[in-house]
């Protein structure tokens, strides 16, 4: 079993930045692949970010490039996510995920293990 724990969400004006975190416990967290994930009112849970075990390959949806920056320290078991320049279209209750395959949560939308989510407001 793994235990995620999201923090450091919170209310920001557009174009301010907030940085997540999620914390592991349980099993080794660096064999995991870490993701965020989000969701708006009313819309569906959708993917945001992945990384992988060492930390040395990220990938990020399209509407996040260049704004948001995934990162992870196995030592701490910890996963980050910085957000800049943000829009009030990022509002949502963001979570992390972890799982073994990144197929699984980046296709599929699926993780072994999901946090309890943290809430991001971005005012315009």
């Known amino acids: 079993q793994v235990q995620l724990v999201e923090s450091g969400g919170g209310l920001v004006q557009a174009g301010g930045s907030l940085r997540l975190s999620c914390a592991a416990s349980g099993r080794p967290f660096s064999t995991y692949v870490m993701a965020w994930f989000r969701q708006a009112p009313g819309k569906e849970r959708e993917f945001v970010t992945a990384i992988n075990w060492s930390g040395g390959s990220t990938y990020y949806t399209n509407s996040v490039k260049g704004r948001f920056t995934i990162s992870r320290d196995n030592a701490k078991n910890t996963v980050y996510l910085q957000m800049n320049s943000l829009k009030p279209e990022d509002t949502a209750v963001y979570y992390c995920?972890?799982?073994?395959?990144?197929?699984?949560?980046?296709?599929w939308g699926l993780g072994d293990y999901w946090g309890q989510g943290t809430q991001v407001t971005v005012s315009s």
């Open positions: 995920a972890a799982d073994q395959s990144f197929e699984r949560l980046h296709t």
